[in-house]
Structure formats: structure tokens, C-alpha cells
T-cell receptor, first 114, second 112 residues
Framework: NAGVTQTPKFQVLKTGQSMTLQCAQD?????MSWYRQDPGMGLRLIHY???????DQGEVPNGYNVSRSTTEDFPLRLLSAAPSQTSVYFC?????????????FGPGTRLTVL | RKEVEQDPGPFNVPEGATVAFNCTYS??????FFWYRQDCRKEPKLLMS???SGNEDGRFTAQLNRASQYISLLIRDSKLSDSATYLC?????????????FGKGTKLSVKP
């Protein structure tokens, strides 16, 4: 199993550009989520999904969209990139989203917005 | 009060030392507690869950104190490979991982 994969590993955008961060998992997990990690901050939840066709907002959803058309994939779209979105983005999955589940993280995407 | 607080460190310790980290949480309804490990420029990985009765995994011991609302991680006989940032993670209540709150992490550096 590849686990959780993310592409790209690095990305530089200009302000106003849009892009999609890809996330896929091959563990048949129902729950998937996106976090951002900034220096001096804990991981903050952007959006999450409890199953195909179901998504919900996390703590910091503004400027981001998600969809979940399959169990495996959970892309994160930046609609109009801003310098404040410079961060490291982690995708994670867990079997059912239960509070006691282990979360499995992807390797991250390092995004810089100029 | 911040939801999950950790001493950011760094904790600089020699090999073989015992080191302990604490983490406090603000929501008394929190149900689940974890320690994750994050190596530099890598993703977080689960180190251990924390149970009410306390639990041990080799050199690592985790404790939960609900009355005082803190969890702890004890590392015995530190190895160079233990150098990492340790993240305290708490569910803020409810049954969904949408409610997980991450601390900012405690950095540990083990020196030869």
C-alpha cells in the first residue's frame, strides 16, 4: 500500500492564481481531511470528509474548496491564491473518522504564494 | 485559554537521559488523546494513543490526568533517533475527528 499520497511536493504560485492540491489514499478509509501547518502554529483543519459525496468545513476553510467524488481522492482547490496561504498542506485519512482513530498523513505539499 | 498548550522547547538532552513533556487542554469534555511525532520537514505520525489508565510502549510512557486536564509523555533512555517534534493531539468533544485539536509541538533534540 502506498498509504496517503500528495502531489505536488512543492509549488510556487503568484497571487490570484488557482490550483488544486491532489490527495489520494489506497487504504479504503472513509474519513479524509486537509490541514495546514504554519510556523509557530499547530495543524489547523481546513476541510474534511466522512465519505464520498460528503464534505464539511473545518477551522480555516476560507479560500479553499474540496470535493469527494470517490473514496480514494480528496483534492483541495485554492480559488485565488493569496500570500496568507503560504503554508505546508497535509492530507490525512483514517478508517472511519471516529475520535479514537489513528490519522495517517501524506508527505505534505509546500506552497509558496508570491 | 488556548485549547491545547505545549512547551515549545527545545529540550536538549544527552543520549540516555529521561525526558518528560506535558500538555494541557482546555475542554473538559475531550474524549481522545494522542501523541504524534513529527520529524523535520516530514508528516506527523502517531506515536501512541493515551488511555485513562496510562500506557507504555517500550521506552515511551503516556499518562492522562483528567482532573487537571493534562497529558504527559515520558521518554526513557533517549536515543539520537528520538530527536523530533512531539505533537499533543486532543479531540475537542464529539465523535468525529473533525474535532481534533493539535498542539504546536515540543521540540526534542538528543545529543551524543
Amino acid at each position: 500500500n502506498a498509504g496517503v499520497t500528495q502531489t505536488p511536493k512543492f509549488q510556487v504560485l503568484k497571487t490570484g492564481q488557482s490550483m488544486t492540491l491532489q490527495c489520494a489514499q489506497d487504504m479504503n478509509h472513509e474519513y479524509m481531511s486537509w490541514y495546514r501547518q504554519d510556523p509557530g502554529m499547530g495543524l489547523r483543519l481546513i476541510h474534511y470528509s466522512v465519505g464520498a459525496g460528503i464534505t464539511d468545513q473545518g477551522e480555516v476553510p476560507n479560500g479553499y474548496n474540496v470535493s469527494r467524488s470517490t473514496t480514494e481522492d480528496f483534492p483541495l482547490r485554492l480559488l485565488s491564491a493569496a500570500p496568507s496561504q503560504t503554508s505546508v498542506y497535509f492530507c490525512a485519512s483514517s478508517p472511519s473518522g471516529g475520535a479514537g482513530d489513528t490519522q495517517y498523513f501524506g508527505p505534505g505539499t509546500r506552497l509558496t504564494v508570491l | 485559554r488556548k485549547e491545547v498548550e505545549q512547551d515549545p522547547g527545545p529540550f536538549n538532552v544527552p543520549e540516555g537521559a529521561t525526558v518528560a513533556f506535558n500538555c494541557t487542554y482546555s475542554n473538559s469534555a475531550s474524549q481522545s488523546f494522542f501523541w504524534y511525532r513529527q520529524d523535520c520537514r516530514k508528516e506527523p505520525k502517531l506515536l501512541m494513543s493515551v488511555y485513562s489508565s496510562g500506557n507504555e510502549d517500550g521506552r515511551f510512557t503516556a499518562q492522562l490526568n483528567r482532573a487537571s486536564q493534562y497529558i504527559s509523555l515520558l521518554i526513557r533512555d533517549s536515543k539520537l533517533s528520538d530527536s523530533a517534534t512531539y505533537l499533543c493531539v486532543v479531540s475537542s468533544g464529539g465523535g468525529s475527528q473533525g474535532n481534533l485539536i493539535f498542539g504546536k509541538g515540543t521540540k526534542l533534540s538528543v545529543k551524543p
